[in-house]
């Protein structure tokens, strides 16, 4: 059994919700009848931005909802897809007339539901589109992009999204931008030992004593390997290289860093991670234009860290750039 601070378990999302509002200050209001937040005053006429996807990654998503990020987040329950309902909810609230774009990670249920709310807006008049954020390396060959998963990747496309909506005024264009963010993204993660779902209080997956998974997803979804736990030189190597190959990155290329927590690890594992993979990507003489470590996008207790690299061509990079401000991310 793992131990929480909670109370029922059946509550923590509606009471996670609950205190997130209140850390807000007013930033950021609930939608009526929807697990949902949105900004509470977006100009007309904008490209609405929605986020979304199960609870228990947090601050993903709703942590990244504020000025020249995400216009709204819907959250469903912990590591489960939000409902098509608490979408189109949340959808209707951020429709100011020029549509609204659908930002996910790329999983099943997830994709099932998001495309269940669009038909619903359509239906409502509501012009949608959809990103899904498909930027771990591990979970299928080049190939297979398609088949991809999402993980802290998210937050670059976030970002590059959120600032694109602010300033472009077609659905298609803040479409077109994010996609290609999303397309020069690349992320790799590994776990030494599970998360759990509160409402169980079980593990989400076993690993022995000594072992790490390379690859791990963040529901506990099988990586690329299972081995004997290694120098931790040694294993950034391994996924720099694989991520690095994967794109490719190439010299001259520049660079945004990802070093995220995926929730029990500490900043000094991190700093030593980063410090591996900045001496990698010199080597390869790859520019890093900034980096950024700590918990963005997590899985409860797991123990473990992953990867992202973002490319930046110059349209890329002016949106990167622009500030931006919400309660898990600010940019100055």
Known sequence: MVKKIINNPKDVVK????????????????VEDANAVVRPSIPAGKV?????????HEPLFAGFVGDHLADGAVSGNVF???????????????DHGKGVLYLYGNYA?????????????ELEGISTKTVRIYDDVASAP??????????????????????????????????????????????????????SIPETGQPTFEIGEGE????????????????????????????????????PFKAGDEVCLL????????????LIVNRKVREILAEAKINVHDTMMGSYCTSQEMAGFSISLLKLDDELKKYYDMPAESFAFTKR
């Open 15 to 30: 009471e996670t919700m609950e205190g997130l509002l209140l850390a807000n200050h007013g930033k950021i209001v609930k």
């Open 48 to 56: 609405g931005l929605l986020v979304g996807g199960g609870s228990g």
């Open 80 to 94: 489960a897809a939000p409902a098509p309902d608490q979408i189109l909810a949340a959808t209707k609230a951020l």
């Open 109 to 121: 249920g997830d994709n099932m539901n998001f495309d269940i709310a669009a038909e619903l807006a």
């Open 142 to 195: 080049l190939e297979r992009i398609d088949d991809r998963r999402g993980i802290a990747g998210d937050l670059f496309v976030i970002k590059v999204a959120g600032a694109a909506a602010a300033e472009l005024d077609s659905l298609d264009e803040v479409f077109r931008v994010t996609a290609k963010a999303r397309d020069f993204t690349r992320s790799m993660g590994v776990a030494i030992s599970p998360g």
């Open 212 to 247: 790490i998974e390379i690859g791990m997803g963040l529901h506990g979804e099988a990586g690329v390997s299972r081995e004997k736990l290694m120098p931790a030189d040694e294993l950034v190597s391994r996924m720099t290289d694989l991520i690095l190959k994967d794109l």
């Open 259 to 270: 070093i995220n927590n995926l929730g029990a690890t500490t900043m000094m594992e991190l």
